[in-house]
């Protein structure tokens, strides 16, 4: 259940923030916003995101 009201708290937290002015971390928060448990696949998606706009994220994603 813990796990459960972290993820709401991150959910509001990403929510309330504004990134209409930053489209990369717009994208990222929407990847944050349907996260259901699978770290690695959101790892790689936000990899994805920050490699898409230039940002070298290295070859093992591991962290």
Known sequence: MKKELLKQQILDVIDKTKFDD??????IANVLKIYHGDDFD????ITAILEENGYDCGNC???
Not at 22 to 27: G, K
Not at 42 to 45: F, L, N, P, R
């Open 22 to 27: 930053n489209e990369i971390l717009s994208e």
């Open 42 to 45: 959101c790892v790689e998606k």
């Open 61 to 63: 994603h591991d962290f």
